[in-house]
């Protein structure tokens, strides 16, 4: 059972909901239904289901950002190899574990195809927003002299995308997640091994 303000069962129903049969293939009387909450006292809290999505996607998207200590000038701590991988392990165990955010991808997969929006956010989210994350700290490291003189745009992708295809694996198969962070830690040890210099 549900605990907490009727404001949060409504959420965590909806998110449970949407990460299920999608956003578009919910409807407010079914995250009524599973909060408990009669539909009429659900517009007490809400307008309306995007305005629950706003809240769920405004909430979840503040959560990871406070936990992961996201921003384009938050990285500057990382000064070589060990720190790299110390904090991407940090993040990606994160990622993998945190049912909210597993929901909310999982969610936002389902739509991508249907709805211009969703598929913006899974660029945005799953591509861009990381891509631009790491080649800040791929430069910052090269101009330290802790990484090889290389493009840091495509050190970024290399990086970023077999992570997040693994990642992926985690979401459709919960039961392999421990089997895929260690492969994630193996590639992770790979790339440093090919990128970084040799007194790293």
Known sequence: ????????????????????KGYDGTTVEEIAVESGIKAPNLYRYFKSKEDIFDCIDKSVE????????????????????????TFSMHQIAY???????????????????????????VTEHMSDFMIKQYVSIFTDLIKNGALLEEDPEMLAMEYVYPVSMLIQTCDREPEKKEETL??????????????FEKNQ
């Not at 907490?4 to 299920?20: C, P, Q, T, V, Y």
């Not at 260690?182 to 990128?195: A, G, N, P, W």
């Open 62 to 85: 503040e959560q990871y950002n406070s936990t992961m200590g996201m921003g384009l000038h938050s990285m500057v701590f990382i000064h070589n190899a060990h720190e790299l991988k």
């Open 1 to 20: 059972m549900r605990t907490g303000s009727n404001r949060d069962k409504i959420l965590e129903a909806a998110l449970e909901l949407f990460s299920r």
């Open 182 to 195: 260690k492969k994630i830690e193996r590639y992770i040890d790979y790339f440093i091994k090919v990128h």
């Open 95 to 121: 990622t993998v574990t945190n049912e909210h955010i597993i929901k909310v991808r999982r969610m936002i997969n389902i739509e991508q195809y249907k709805d211009e929006l969703f598929s913006k956010k």
